[in-house]
């Protein structure tokens, strides 16, 4: 598969990865890695923060849309 | 994405869930008094106060400190693991002083009466209906049982289904109140018990201290842990953090 972002710019980059969020194909220099948190807890225990946090691939847009704007 | 809460945010989400709970639980208890609401009535006003005071103190500090709002919740939780020793004493000297704020609040509210005339709501319990120190001990034990025994169920086995806590644990709390509250004034609490208690040692009302301890403190707190013990021996939840 090529990246989405590369072909609408009439390049033929081979993707690497895909959003998660939309599906769109992306290669290394259209991809955003965004780390989530990870919490243990919640009633009737306190809520704790895991060491290791969950790596999630987002596009430009959807990394905006969900986590820039906030 | 979001921080984890401080002890000392912790402690503070102790003392205002117990202040929440001793102000609208017992305090439903001084206004019926005032109201000249007597029997099943009385006791079903308490009941329901208290399970909606619980409900809400669930949901609002729950994800904060875990709302134990309880000293022998916290006791019965830490006994197999499943909470710090080193916060069980914090987090009982934070609730214990959220349920003495209630309750001296409750008299700016209403008066020296509150306490005087209507005991701010103190569990004390009925030698008119015969029941003695054992008697009481033995009930406040069950109802702690369950009480810890729904916790358990509902909140603490990853099996259960999420967002209930809430509502069926405030439910148990109300029906354990509208069973147990004619016997011993069903405190299940030692906090709940020591706020009232606190408030009319100060403004005059009745305060059996000779009852704190056995009834309302030893009798709860072995009651829920108990609970905890018999709940992971028959449902072997995972260890539930
Ligand atoms: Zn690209
Ligand atoms: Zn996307």
Same mark, same amino acid.
């Given at each position: 598969m090529k990246c989405y972002v590369c072909e609408k710019s009439g390049n033929a980059t081979e993707a690497?990865?895909?959003?998660?969020?939309?599906?769109m194909a992306l290669c290394k220099d259209h991809l955003v890695r965004a780390d989530i948190d990870m919490w243990e807890g919640g009633y009737p225990f306190p809520p704790s923060k895991l060491k290791k946090k969950l790596p999630r691939i987002l596009c430009k847009e959807c990394y905006d849309a969900l986590i820039t704007q906030r | 994405m979001g921080k984890e809460p401080t002890s000392m945010q912790k402690y503070l989400a102790e003392l205002l869930g117990t202040f929440m709970l001793v102000w609208i639980g017992p305090g439903a208890g001084v206004v019926a008094g005032m109201l000249g609401v007597k029997g099943l009535a009385d006791v079903l006003a308490i009941a329901l106060a208290f399970g909606i005071a619980v409900a809400a103190a669930i949901h609002v500090v729950g994800k904060i400190s875990g709302c134990h709002i309880n000293p022998a919740v916290t006791i019965a939780l830490a006994s197999r693991g499943r909470f710090p020793w080193k916060d069980v004493f914090p987090y009982i000297c934070f609730q214990l002083a959220g349920a003495v704020i209630a309750s001296l609040l409750f008299v700016a509210c209403l008066g020296s009466q509150a306490s005087t005339s209507f005991g701010l709501g103190a569990t004390t319990l009925n030698s008119g209906a015969g029941v003695t120190i054992p008697m009481g001990m033995i009930g406040e034990a069950i109802g702690t049982f369950f009480l810890m025994f729904t916790i358990m169920g $509902?909140? $603490?086995?990853?099996?259960a289904p999420g967002g209930w806590a809430g509502w069926i644990i405030g439910m148990v709390v109300a029906g354990i109140i509208i069973t147990l509250g004619p016997m011993?004034?069903?405190?299940?609490?030692p906090a709940r018990t020591f706020g009232p208690y606190v408030g009319n040692l100060i403004f005059g009302g009745p305060c059996p201290w000779d009852q704190f301890i056995l009834v309302y403190c030893v009798a709860p707190i072995l009651g829920a842990i108990i609970a905890v013990f018999v709940y992971d021996y028959i449902a072997q939840p995972d260890k539930g953090k």
């Amino acid at each position: 598969m090529k990246c989405y972002v590369c072909e609408k710019s009439g390049n033929a980059t081979e993707a690497i990865a895909v959003c998660i969020v939309c599906g769109m194909a992306l290669c290394k220099d259209h991809l955003v890695r965004a780390d989530i948190d990870m919490w243990e807890g919640g009633y009737p225990f306190p809520p704790s923060k895991l060491k290791k946090k969950l790596p999630r691939i987002l596009c430009k847009e959807c990394y905006d849309a969900l986590i820039t704007q906030r | 994405m979001g921080k984890e809460p401080t002890s000392m945010q912790k402690y503070l989400a102790e003392l205002l869930g117990t202040f929440m709970l001793v102000w609208i639980g017992p305090g439903a208890g001084v206004v019926a008094g005032m109201l000249g609401v007597k029997g099943l009535a009385d006791v079903l006003a308490i009941a329901l106060a208290f399970g909606i005071a619980v409900a809400a103190a669930i949901h609002v500090v729950g994800k904060i400190s875990g709302c134990h709002i309880n000293p022998a919740v916290t006791i019965a939780l830490a006994s197999r693991g499943r909470f710090p020793w080193k916060d069980v004493f914090p987090y009982i000297c934070f609730q214990l002083a959220g349920a003495v704020i209630a309750s001296l609040l409750f008299v700016a509210c209403l008066g020296s009466q509150a306490s005087t005339s209507f005991g701010l709501g103190a569990t004390t319990l009925n030698s008119g209906a015969g029941v003695t120190i054992p008697m009481g001990m033995i009930g406040e034990a069950i109802g702690t049982f369950f009480l810890m025994f729904t916790i358990m169920g $509902v909140a $603490v086995d990853s099996r259960a289904p999420g967002g209930w806590a809430g509502w069926i644990i405030g439910m148990v709390v109300a029906g354990i109140i509208i069973t147990l509250g004619p016997m011993t004034g069903a405190s299940i609490n030692p906090a709940r018990t020591f706020g009232p208690y606190v408030g009319n040692l100060i403004f005059g009302g009745p305060c059996p201290w000779d009852q704190f301890i056995l009834v309302y403190c030893v009798a709860p707190i072995l009651g829920a842990i108990i609970a905890v013990f018999v709940y992971d021996y028959i449902a072997q939840p995972d260890k539930g953090k």
